[in-house]
């Protein structure tokens, strides 16, 4: 993501070309034959497009409307190549609710560094301070999307899980025990990352988003702008089960406002001009005027908060958003997740959790069709199975972006469910019958001729 204003250089963001567009993923993956990078792509004569979904199957929670870019998404793009992209890894086995899983990190096109962290543990392991005789299944996936150096969201990367895993209240109230983990792990970077000379701390920050599957529901804690959406009855409907912590958000708006703070909208024409020039936001009248300004215009406006200047309401890390030493106004940047929890039913298709880069140029159907494109004309090859199709899924939604010209980091974690692994089942076996009905057919045929 791009939350800050200014384009200063950073000792942390300097070329590393030899791991462009690696995943970057917890050490703890248990079994590494879980997964497979490589895989073998089979060309296609024809493509077809599946049919746009409507507005109405939607859940838009910020009420935005997202602008989109004359690009025309066809299979065609899973073969297009890029500098430094390697091909998502993917699962090679279920894992009790979760069918399948893919997820790749990329540095995008107009950046020479990745600053995102993806964090996958199929099956959490027992703590040694858990009292639980019997440790149940629990996955965990987590985005960090870094700003301003990639320091902060290693440390998440590395040392979230553990915070979450280690506190009291897991797994016996996973809300709490994300809420706790924030602040512990945000305190645990600040100690280990800033030293009593102030000019020396660690300015990095992150947004996170991060769920985990435990006892067929699942538990989404967001920070800042990262997404998570689901695909529901094959696709009919899309739900966004996350809410975005932008300065334009209504309440997150009015608690910059309320704490002291000011929202203004930057066209990024100076990043060092005087902040007396700045034209603040009085009031939500105001607000809607200045989305709808942002919402037609051709230059990439932003909304950004005051004396911050970060682009995003809640995250962990940025000290100097958040400490009264910098300059800052405490309580405005927060590192309070949101915590959705939702139950995971049999028509449920599956998840996509996804950086703010995946959204800033693709609406929530767009991105679902893109799946669905997938299931639907590659899933009719005989040999393709659910994981390589995830895999694959999660490869079109983050060249999609690309097509569409995304200048962020982009990081995409596609989870099948139950929805998807039917709809599959489904369809092998209208192909197998199919494929039957014309075998008598011709017999019937060859049968009618000989007599």
């Given at each position: 993501m791009e939350p800050h204003k200014t384009n200063k250089s950073n000792s942390n963001n300097k070329k590393r070309k030899t791991t462009i567009g690696v995943p970057t993923i917890s050490k703890n993956l248990g079994n590494p034959s879980l997964f497979k990078k490589d895989v073998k792509r089979k060309t296609i004569n024809s493509v077809k497009e599946i049919p746009k979904l409507s507005d109405k199957n939607g859940i838009n929670i910020n009420g935005t409307n997202d602008k989109?870019?004359?690009?025309v998404l066809t299979l065609d793009l899973l073969s297009k190549k890029y500098d430094y992209y390697e091909l998502p890894k993917y699962s090679l086995k279920p894992t009790g609710s979760l069918k399948s899983y893919s997820f790749n990190t990329y540095q995008g096109l107009c950046k020479?560094?990745?600053?995102?962290?993806?964090?996958?543990?199929?099956?959490v392991k027992k703590p040694t301070s858990s009292i639980l005789k019997t440790w149940p299944k629990i996955s965990y996936f987590a985005i960090f999307d870094g700003h301003g150096g990639e320091d902060c969201s290693e440390f998440l990367k590395e040392n979230f899980l553990k915070y979450l895993t280690e506190n009291k209240n897991f797994p016996f109230d996973i809300k709490l025990s994300m809420i706790e983990a924030f602040q512990k792990v945000e305190e645990a970077f600040f100690?280990?990352?800033?030293?009593?000379?102030?000019?020396?701390?660690?300015?990095?920050g992150s947004c996170a988003l991060v769920a985990v599957f435990f006892d067929n529901k699942i538990y989404i804690a967001n920070l800042g702008d990262s997404r998570a959406i689901m695909s529901v009855n094959g696709g009919t409907k899309v739900k966004q089960l996350t809410v975005d912590h932008k300065?334009?958000?209504?309440?997150?708006?009015?608690?910059?406002?309320?704490?002291?703070?000011?929202?203004y909208l930057d066209d990024n024409d100076d990043p060092y001009r005087d902040p007396e020039q700045l034209e603040f936001i009085k009031d939500k009248k105001e607000l809607e005027k200045m989305k709808l300004i942002k919402e037609n215009s051709t230059e990439d406006k932003v909304f950004r908060v005051y004396p911050s200047d970060l682009a995003v309401m809640r995250t962990v890390g940025d000290i100097k958003a958040k400490k009264k030493e910098f300059g800052a106004i405490p309580g405005?940047?927060?590192?309070?997740?949101?915590?959705?929890?939702?139950?995971?039913?049999?028509?449920?298709?599956?998840?996509?959790?996804?950086?703010?880069?995946?959204?800033?140029?693709?609406?929530?159907e767009e991105i679902v069709n893109a799946a669905w494109m997938v299931f639907k004309n590659r899933g009719k090859e005989k040999n393709y199975e659910i994981n390589e199709l995830s895999m694959e899924a999660c490869d079109l939604i983050i060249k999609y972006a690309l097509e569409k010209e995304s200048t962020d980091n982009l990081s995409c974690i596609f989870i099948g469910l139950d929805g998807l692994e039917k709809y599959l089942?489904?369809?092998?076996?209208?192909?197998?019958?199919?494929n039957s009905m014309n075998n008598f057919k011709k017999e019937f045929k060859r049968s009618s001729t000989i007599k």
């Open positions: 989109v870019k004359s690009t020479d560094y990745n600053e995102d962290k993806i964090s996958i543990v199929s099956l100690k280990e990352k800033c030293s009593d000379n102030m000019e020396e701390c660690e300015k990095s300065p334009d958000d209504i309440k997150e708006f009015e608690r910059a406002i309320k704490n002291g703070s000011k929202i405005t940047i927060i590192n309070i997740p949101d915590v959705f929890i939702f139950d995971i039913n049999s028509n449920d298709d599956f998840i996509i959790l996804g950086c703010d880069g995946i959204f800033d140029d693709l609406s929530n089942k489904m369809d092998k076996l209208k192909k197998k019958v199919n």
